[in-house]
């Protein structure tokens, strides 16, 4: 086993058991058989206001003026060695929860808390029930251009088309052992 290292792992699908808390889970699994620590955090058991754009963060204490569940999100997001974004793809992009995770990510921009995230591993799981890849072409443009701003470097993405039943990605061998590589990455 190799050192320590910690993943979190975000799922923003509102279905516990579903195809995306089930990419996240093997993905997990993964990095804990290379021998990281993991957590999970269910963004649908969280209240996550919207960010309004108020610039708050870059001011004073260079923190969220937003009384809710993400205060105790950033510590955690700080302290991973990397993190795994999980979502289904709803009209071509993230679910609005993890959409409103990545908008309140704005407080790692502001110039005082500026690098926090630079270089940190993040990785992406994203099922969803059309056929093809280019469904998802305008998600991952998102995250690509996240990950980039905050400096942080995309590991890998698992992508899963065609399932729309919760849990069916289970049956889907060639994904579930691409998550577990996947974990495996994070982790190294």
């Known amino acids: ?19 995306t808390h089930v990419l996240v889970s093997r993905i997990l699994q993964g990095a804990r058989a290379a021998g990281a620590k993991t957590e999970t955090i269910f963004l ?8 309004d ?22 510590p955690k997001i700080v302290e991973a060695d990397a993190i795994v974004l999980g979502t289904p793809v709803y ?4 679910t609005a929860i993890l959409k409103g995770f990545i908008d309140r990510l704005f407080l790692f921009c502001a110039p005082a808390r500026g690098g926090e995230l630079s270089g940190k ?10 056929r093809t890849d280019e469904t998802a072409g305008p998600a ?15 590991v890998g993405r698992v992508l899963v088309p065609g399932v729309a039943k919760r849990g069916e990605v289970r049956a889907r061998g060639k994904a579930m052992k691409s998550c577990i590589a996947l974990g495996r990455r994070l982790a190294g």
């Open 1 to 19: 086993m190799k050192s320590k290292k910690k993943v979190l792992g975000i799922v923003g699908s509102p279905r516990r058991n579903g195809n």
């Open 44 to 51: 649908a058991d969280l209240d996550i206001a919207e960010c």
């Open 53 to 74: 754009g108020c610039c708050a963060c870059w001011k004073g204490k260079h923190e969220c003026v937003k009384d809710d569940d993400m205060k105790a999100l950033y």
């Open 91 to 94: 009209w071509f992009g993230p």
């Open 121 to 130: 591993p993040a990785a992406v799981a994203m099922p969803f029930a059309d």
């Open 140 to 154: 991952l443009d998102l995250f690509a251009k996240t990950f980039d701003f905050l400096g942080m470097r995309w």
